[in-house]
């Protein structure tokens, strides 16, 4: 005999109030857990993805839109800005770097994106195999998409306007794909990497195509295929990168008052996404606290209501030897052992719901989210949870304490 | 063994408006020896019984056990002390219905802070004829039954004294003479003072010394 053994046997005998306690406590920790797993590694996702941007130059619309279209690859591009504008916004004394970006077209729901090397060493991204683009209509793949597409190095594909997967399709120049990169677990790993003039040769008429043949004579900073005074070809946006601090509060400010072109920070544009999204999670976590609350009010009527029944074993003990502290660690222990069992299940049950939702819908793997990781905040929730099962059981069990042998046995 | 010295109690009624005295006999118990405390409802034989056994504190008066004075010991020795030296039977009741009869019996050495034995199990319950019952839910018992196993786990732990509470009052003619027979051996065989307090008149000629309160 234990206590252990002692505890197990009386929830045994209280099978259903046992497991009805359990799963309403596991219930609300593993909304809990789905909630932070959701959270933390949406978070680490945009802080990876926009490392390195310090502001999104693009056609006026709204900056949020600019931000999902041009950082995570997720939204519809405002339009379109010069070249030559762009041109010479990369040029500016308060900008390190600029990188710019053409969009329009996607390959089975992967965006296409003619853009420069730049591009991929922003995301540190290495080739797992094959080569990097060179030339026009040359394609390297990021992780997923070759593995989703089972597209491989020397294949040809038609991309398709737009983003989804029945869009117009482009079928008069074909794409090769050149390389396929290493998982970096950023945006990359979604997207079709090729130059600006594909996009372009994609887009253009077919005929009016000729005279782009020779090589400029001063070629475009940012596009070095064209002509530094051409005023025709457009790009969808630019990233930049700040040189000094004082670029922060000087650049978009110029950009939008002296220019056609809009700019967003990214930084600020997600900190306002997450104050919208944050009403919806903040109201489901509210309901997890709710399931919680009433799982610990559960546990502590279990309890005191058993204590009732059992006052007589109670007296019963004491007679045999057992001291008041014996009695009164038998409740905490039952109580917290209670509320450990449902934190663990609940822990559990969230992580596999997680990982059943990335195993079956695509959208999962997309966002690169995984069942795997464990965070800090998980471990606070299993103390927390031990925490509240002492806090519940020791009203019962002070009573416990207190139980006057004689009385009870006397009334008998 | 047992012996005591002026023992009195305060009743307290609901309100403490009315409270009465009750003056208890001098009592002295060697092992070996049996007592029959007789007296009706309300005549105080569960209190002496409870102050024997140090589950309550008398309002005056010594009580030794193998010449300690229960009153110097501290509610953590006092529950050890009776955990090892004294075994209790009651009325009804007092079995844990979540456990088997065995973890019941087993309960005694381990509140009590002993080892805990099988073979001891066994044996007694080999004695008592409930060898089959051994890993039989409470629920399954008879009042018969349960009742010896109640005398089981009071014997478990070899105690100096037994204290029975009214343990035939619920039983018919035939348990009741089974019980009160198998209290009376295990006392004997474990050489231990055996007090059985009832109103049973049924027991009157099974036990030779009677304390009438």
């Given at each position: 005999?234990?206590?252990?053994?002692?505890?197990?046997?009386?929830?045994?005998?209280?099978?259903?109030?046992?497991?009805?306690?359990?799963?309403?406590?596991?219930?609300?920790?593993?909304?809990?857990?789905?909630?932070?797993?959701?959270?933390?590694?949406?978070?680490?996702?945009?802080?990876?993805?926009?490392?390195?941007?310090?502001?999104?130059?693009?056609?006026?619309?709204?900056?949020?839109?600019?931000?999902?279209?041009?950082?995570?690859?997720?939204?519809?591009?405002?339009?379109?800005?010069?070249?030559?504008?762009?041109?010479?916004?990369?040029?500016?004394?308060?900008?390190?770097?600029?990188?710019?970006?053409?969009?329009?077209?996607?390959?089975?729901?992967?965006?296409?994106?003619?853009?420069?090397?730049?591009?991929?060493?922003?995301?540190?991204?290495?080739?797992?195999?094959?080569?990097?683009?060179?030339?026009?209509?040359?394609?390297?793949?990021?992780?997923?998409?070759?593995?989703?597409?089972?597209?491989?190095?020397?294949?040809?594909?038609?991309?398709?306007?737009?983003?989804?997967?029945?869009?117009?399709?482009?079928?008069?120049?074909?794409?090769?794909?050149?390389?396929?990169?290493?998982?970096?677990?950023?945006?990359?790993?979604?997207?079709?990497?090729?130059?600006?003039?594909?996009?372009?040769?994609?887009?253009?008429?077919?005929?009016?195509?000729?005279?782009?043949?020779?090589?400029?004579?001063?070629?475009?900073?940012?596009?070095?295929?064209?002509?530094?005074?051409?005023?025709?070809?457009?790009?969808?946006?630019?990233?930049?990168?700040?040189?000094?601090?004082?670029?922060?509060?000087?650049?978009?400010?110029?950009?939008?008052?002296?220019?056609?072109?809009?700019?967003?920070?990214?930084?600020?544009?997600?900190?306002?996404?997450?104050?919208?999204?944050?009403?919806?999670?903040?109201?489901?976590?509210?309901?997890?606290?709710?399931?919680?609350?009433?799982?610990?009010?559960?546990?502590?009527?279990?309890?005191?209501?058993?204590?009732?029944?059992?006052?007589?074993?109670?007296?019963?003990?004491?007679?045999?030897?057992?001291?008041?502290?014996?009695?009164?660690?038998?409740?905490?222990?039952?109580?917290?052992?209670?509320?450990?069992?449902?934190?663990?299940?609940?822990?559990?049950?969230?992580?596999?719901?997680?990982?059943?939702?990335?195993?079956?819908?695509?959208?999962?793997?997309?966002?690169?989210?995984?069942?795997?990781?464990?965070?800090?905040?998980?471990?606070?929730?299993?103390?927390?949870?031990?925490?509240?099962?002492?806090?519940?059981?020791?009203?019962?069990?002070?009573?416990?304490?207190?139980?006057?042998?004689?009385?009870?046995?006397?009334?008998? | 063994?047992?012996?005591?010295?002026?023992?009195?109690?305060?009743?307290?009624?609901?309100?403490?408006?009315?409270?009465?005295?009750?003056v208890f006999p001098d009592l002295a118990v060697e092992r070996g020896e049996s007592f029959l405390l007789l007296?009706?409802?309300?005549?105080?034989?569960?209190?002496?019984?409870?102050?024997?056994?140090?589950?309550?504190?008398?309002?005056?008066?010594?009580?030794?056990?193998?010449?300690?004075?229960?009153?110097?010991?501290?509610?953590?020795?006092?529950?050890?002390?009776?955990?090892?030296?004294i075994g209790f039977v009651f009325q009804r009741n007092h079995l844990i219905s979540a456990l088997t009869v065995?973890?019941?019996?087993?309960?005694?050495?381990?509140?009590?802070?002993?080892?805990?034995?099988?073979?001891?199990?066994?044996?007694?319950?080999?004695?008592?004829?409930?060898?089959?019952?051994?890993?039989?839910?409470?629920?399954?018992?008879?009042?018969?039954?349960?009742?010896?196993?109640?005398?089981?786990?009071?014997?478990?732990?070899?105690?100096?004294?037994?204290?029975?509470?009214?343990?035939?009052?619920?039983?018919?003619?035939?348990?009741?003479?089974?019980?009160?027979?198998?209290?009376?051996?295990?006392?004997?065989?474990?050489?231990?003072?055996?007090?059985?307090?009832?109103?049973?008149?049924?027991?009157?000629?099974?036990?030779?010394?009677?304390?009438?309160?």
């Amino acid at each position: 005999m234990s206590i252990q053994l002692l505890i197990w046997n009386y929830f045994k005998a209280k099978k259903l109030n046992t497991g009805l306690n359990i799963l309403l406590l596991s219930l609300g920790i593993a909304m809990i857990t789905l909630l932070i797993l959701f959270n933390n590694q949406l978070e680490e996702k945009m802080t990876n993805n926009s490392k390195g941007i310090d502001l999104v130059v693009g056609a006026k619309g709204s900056p949020l839109q600019l931000i999902l279209c041009a950082v995570f690859h997720v939204d519809f591009p405002t339009g379109n800005i010069k070249l030559r504008e762009a041109d010479r916004l990369a040029k500016h004394r308060l900008v390190k770097y600029a990188i710019p970006l053409a969009l329009g077209d996607s390959y089975q729901g992967f965006r296409v994106v003619g853009t420069n090397r730049a591009y991929s060493s922003l995301y540190q991204a290495d080739l797992a195999s094959g080569d990097w683009w060179e030339k026009d209509l040359e394609v390297t793949l990021g992780s997923s998409v070759a593995q989703l597409t089972k597209l491989k190095v020397g294949d040809h594909f038609e991309s398709a306007h737009g983003l989804t997967k029945d869009g117009h399709a482009h079928d008069e120049n074909k794409y090769v794909v050149k390389g396929i990169l290493k998982q970096s677990g950023t945006v990359v790993d979604n997207l079709i990497l090729t130059t600006i003039s594909s996009v372009w040769k994609e887009h253009a008429e077919s005929s009016s195509d000729s005279t782009m043949q020779q090589l400029p004579t001063s070629p475009s900073l940012l596009v070095s295929s064209v002509e530094a005074s051409d005023s025709i070809r457009e790009i969808t946006s630019l990233l930049i990168k700040y040189k000094n601090p004082i670029a922060a509060i000087q650049l978009p400010r110029f950009i939008n008052t002296q220019t056609s072109m809009q700019a967003a920070s990214p930084a600020f544009e997600m900190a306002r996404l997450f104050t919208l999204l944050g009403v919806g999670a903040d109201a489901l976590m509210g309901f997890a606290y709710v399931l919680i609350f009433i799982s610990g009010l559960s546990i502590f009527i279990a309890l005191y209501s058993s204590l009732k029944e059992r006052r007589y074993d109670m007296a019963i003990m004491r007679s045999m030897g057992a001291s008041r502290s014996l009695l009164f660690k038998t409740i905490i222990l039952e109580g917290s052992i209670l509320t450990f069992v449902g934190a663990s299940l609940g822990l559990a049950f969230g992580h596999l719901v997680l990982g059943v939702f990335v195993h079956l819908m695509e959208e999962g793997q997309k966002a690169g989210l995984t069942a795997g990781v464990f965070y800090a905040e998980e471990a606070v929730i299993l103390v927390g949870s031990v925490v509240l099962g002492v806090f519940c059981s020791l009203l019962p069990a002070i009573q416990a304490y207190r139980v006057d042998i004689h009385k009870v046995l006397a009334s008998n | 063994m047992i012996a005591t010295q002026g023992l009195t109690h305060r009743y307290h009624s609901k309100k403490g408006v009315l409270s009465h005295e009750i003056v208890f006999p001098d009592l002295a118990v060697e092992r070996g020896e049996s007592f029959l405390l007789l007296g009706n409802s309300g005549s105080g034989k569960t209190t002496l019984l409870h102050l024997l056994g140090g589950l309550l504190r008398p309002l005056t008066g010594k009580i030794e056990i193998e010449k300690i004075d229960i009153a110097s010991l501290s509610e953590t020795e006092l529950d050890r002390m009776r955990g090892r030296q004294i075994g209790f039977v009651f009325q009804r009741n007092h079995l844990i219905s979540a456990l088997t009869v065995k973890n019941n019996l087993l309960m005694a050495p381990f509140l009590a802070g002993e080892k805990q034995h099988e073979e001891r199990v066994d044996l007694v319950l080999d004695e008592l004829g409930l060898r089959e019952k051994k890993n039989a839910m409470i629920f399954e018992l008879s009042q018969g039954q349960a009742q010896r196993v109640a005398i089981a786990r009071a014997i478990i732990n070899k105690p100096s004294l037994i204290l029975a509470d009214e343990p035939t009052s619920a039983l018919d003619d035939k348990n009741c003479d089974q019980v009160i027979e198998l209290l009376n051996k295990v006392a004997m065989e474990n050489n231990a003072a055996l007090i059985v307090a009832t109103h049973d008149h049924r027991l009157k000629s099974r036990l030779k010394n009677q304390i009438i309160l």
